[in-house]
């Protein structure tokens, strides 16, 4: 059932994360900003959404529609008048702000943050991050409920990031912190994408292959006349081998290098064998 009382805040059920932390919108202005921030947290596993006094009151349409399939989020979020309240359940939040603050505080990069929040969920503690309003922030006495800051590295030539693009500059760091993850869509045709050049269906090509290669390719070159002077040919054949070997070549490579000097090599032989 969902709870009425907004000072324990509203949910469609009681399943809240104990490991993710909580991203705690402050007075946010626009739903379909909040929206956004809700599909940037399903983006990276993050599901406890709790607003503190939204402008335009709770529920929105607005927010439903731009969070699109993270709608359960939304679904699920709990609305509370205090920032006290929206916290109560928490033993370590995080502030964001982008203005250098009279306050004694730890100061978190993203990536940072992120880290030490892992730990603490690893520990059984509650955790959360709270982000302001669109316009002005979070306040001194917001920040002063937190237990330390978070602070993004961004141009100087132009600061300022939205309420979206802040929840998923930390959402994507709090998932990097966990076991590694297939990067891109995972569907029934291809499967997860790794960090490197793509190869499906082939694989490096062994020193056999790339040597088999070289011959082939270095004795074509030498029957054309391309490896002269013969004082220069021991460089020239290494600068090309170096060539191939800066390539990662795979083993379709070797097959298709092979095909393209064979077939100039028939070529070649055709037109000789045309020449009366």
């Known amino acids: 059932m969902m709870e009425a009382n907004a000072q324990t805040g509203k949910r469609m059920d009681d399943a809240v994360s104990v490991t993710a932390p909580a991203i705690v919108l402050v007075k946010p202005q626009l739903g379909e900003n909040i929206g956004f921030a809700a599909r940037a947290m399903g983006n990276f596993g993050l599901r406890d959404l709790r607003l503190v006094a939204p402008r335009d009151g709770w529920p929105n349409d607005k927010a439903m529609a731009a969070a699109a399939v ?62 302001g309003a669109e316009r002005s922030g979070l306040d001194n006495d917001a920040i002063a409920l937190a237990d330390a800051i978070l602070t993004a590295p961004v ?3 132009f600061p300022s990031l939205s309420l979206p693009q802040t929840v998923l500059l ?71 081998r170096n060539m191939f070997h800066r390539m990662h070549v795979t083993d379709q490579d070797v097959r298709t290098w092979r095909g393209i000097v064979s077939a100039l090599t028939r070529t070649k032989r055709s037109q000789g064998d045309g020449v009366s």
């Not at 309240?85 to 100061?107: Q, S």
């Not at 959402?171 to 297939?182: F, I, S």
């Open 70 to 131: 993270a709608g359960v989020i939304i679904q699920e979020a709990r609305v509370f008048d205090t920032v006290e309240a929206a916290l109560g359940d928490l033993n370590f939040v995080i502030a964001t702000t982008a203005r250098p603050r009279e306050m004694v505080k730890e100061v978190l990069s993203p990536e940072t943050a992120a880290g030490v929040l892992r730990k603490r969920a690893a520990d059984d503690e509650r955790t959360g991050v709270m982000f």
């Open 170 to 240: 930390f959402a994507y760091e709090w998932l990097k912190t966990d076991k590694p993850h297939a990067l891109g869509r995972i569907t029934r045709y291809d499967g997860p994408a790794v960090e490197g050049i793509a190869a499906p269906g082939t694989r490096p090509a062994t020193r056999a292959e790339l040597f088999g290669l070289f011959d082939h390719l270095e004795g074509a070159l030498d029957t054309a006349g391309f490896l002269k002077p013969p004082e220069k040919r021991p460089s020239m054949v290494r600068a090309m």
């Open 155 to 157: 141009s100087p030539a």
